[in-house]
């Protein structure tokens, strides 16, 4: 199925364009119906439109969080999008804004975020920066569904990378934000070819054969 996306970025919006360019590359079959950010001088908004995706941009600065997600509803609900990307998207989005994106089943919202930590570690604002100062030695990047809590949810997909013992925080960023590039438009389009699929961690058990894969020997 052919997934209609809104995407909410705040800033540059790197992964933002590295979903449009995997739609041009024909690599995700998706359509990008809006690019919304609470940000009006978010450089990301000029690159949309070089992709020729209507944006919008309303600043939270002034508003009561409920008000301006009222605002952000006012532009997104009509689009009936598929899903909701937030993809470097700076705001914490509350449960009445999540459950206007229901899955049909009740299930989950139908909000992805993509996070710069293994979550549940380094959850937050930085979590490159938060794992680098932590003198992790492996970190990664979360592509997750978003539930009402910050930076949580179920997880649709993690990539894992080393730290270099030369590592600064700008490689070591750098080397992770290549990951998420690829990872948030191959988890969307396995979505589009699939649906949505993950592990509860309430009522299903990872497979005899996942164990093994990951080395249990008992
Ligand atoms: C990305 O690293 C993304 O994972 C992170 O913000 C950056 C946005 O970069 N998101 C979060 O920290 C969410 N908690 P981009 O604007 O170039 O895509």
Redesign the pocket.
């Known amino acids: 199925m052919s997934l209609r996306l809104a995407i909410l970025?705040?800033?540059?919006?790197?992964?933002?364009?590295?979903i449009l360019q995997a739609i041009a590359d024909r690599r995700l079959d998706a359509q990008v119906c809006m690019v919304f950010s609470n940000n009006p001088d978010a450089p990301?908004l000029e690159t949309a439109r070089s992709f020729g995706v209507p944006t919008a941009a309303i600043s939270h600065k002034g508003l009561s969080r409920a008000a301006h997600e009222q605002k952000v509803l006012e532009v997104l609900t009509p689009l009936n999008v598929d899903f909701v990307v937030?993809?470097?998207?700076?705001r914490i989005v509350s449960a009445e804004f999540l459950r206007n994106f229901s899955s049909p089943d009740n299930r989950y919202f139908r909000v992805i975020?993509?996070?710069?930590s293994l979550l549940p570690a380094f959850?937050?604002?930085?979590?490159?920066e938060d794992a680098f100062a932590y003198g992790a030695k492996v970190s990664g990047?979360t592509v997750h569904l978003v539930d009402e809590h910050v930076?949580h949810g179920p997880i649709l997909a993690q990539m894992s990378f080393a730290r270099y013992a030369d590592d600064t925080i700008d490689s070591f960023?750098s080397r992770?934000?290549q990951l998420?590039h690829k990872l948030l438009p191959e988890v969307l389009q396995e979505i589009a070819i699939n649906g949505v699929h993950f592990y509860s961690r309430q009522t299903e058990a990872v497979s005899e054969a996942e164990l093994n894969t990951i080395g249990r020997t008992t």
């Open positions: 970025v705040s800033g540059r919006g790197s992964n933002m364009t590295a990301a937030l993809a470097g998207y700076m975020n993509i996070h710069p959850p937050g604002a930085h979590g490159y990047i930076d960023k992770g934000l998420e």
